[in-house]
Every structure is written in structure tokens, then in C-alpha cells.
């Protein structure tokens, strides 16, 4: 029972959001969207292993800043055209790419072995 409060009825409303099916559908998409991208990073990193490991058997040195410069070039270009914040986009393949030449190194330190995908692994990374 509200006593007139604004700032109480507020909060009351708080604690029990009623189903807001317009929100529920737009989070329904995020979800689906987000399973989507955890997907693809996990083919994504099981392909750069595969290259990982074959950088490693070939003395190929993990990393390749060319390789890099344009990737990053090109999915900032990218960005720019998906009307998505460039820098974010160099932020989000930085990491990523960090992260694959991390496990480069691994690979060629002789580390956990990786298991490449059947089938030619490309250099993706």
C-alpha cells in the first residue's frame, strides 16, 4: 500500500518489475547475439592455435606486427562503415590479438599441446 511517497512508490516499483515484453525481446536478442560471438571467438581461437602450433613446428616467429598493422587497419575501416567506435574496435582485436600471440608463444615454448582443426588451418592470425 503506498503511503503517497513518491520516492517509496518508486522504489516499490523497483523491487517488483512487472514483464516488459518489448525489453524482454531486445535482451532475447543480446543473448542470442552474445552466444553468437562466444561462438565465433572460440572457432577463431581454435583456428589461431592450429596456427600457434604450425608457427611453432615451422621456427615462425609468433608474432607478425605487419600481419597486425593490417588488421587493425582493416576492421577499423570496418567499424568506421558499421557506424561501431573505431577505437573500440582496435581496443576489442588488440586484446584479441595479444591473446593469440600469448598462446603463440606457449605453442612455441613447447607448452600445452594444440590440436588443430582437421583440414588446412590458414593464418589467421
Known sequence: ??????????????AAPREDA????????????DAALVHILAERFR????VGAYKATATLPP??????KEQI??????AEESDLDPEFSE????????????????ARLGG??????????GDVA
Open 1 to 14: 500500500m503506498s503511503d503517497g511517497n513518491p520516492k517509496q512508490d518508486a522504489t516499490a516499483n523497483l
Open 73 to 78: 587497419a582493416r576492421l577499423r575501416r570496418l
Open 22 to 33: 518489448v525489453l524482454a525481446g531486445y535482451r532475447k536478442s543480446i543473448d542470442n547475439i
Open 63 to 68: 608474432a607478425d606486427p605487419a600481419r597486425e
Open 112 to 121: 600445452e599441446p594444440v590440436r588443430p582443426p582437421a583440414g588446412d588451418p
Open 47 to 50: 583456428i589461431t592455435q592450429a
Open 91 to 106: 581496443k576489442f582485436i588488440r586484446f584479441i590479438i595479444d591473446e593469440v600471440i600469448r598462446h603463440h608463444e606457449t
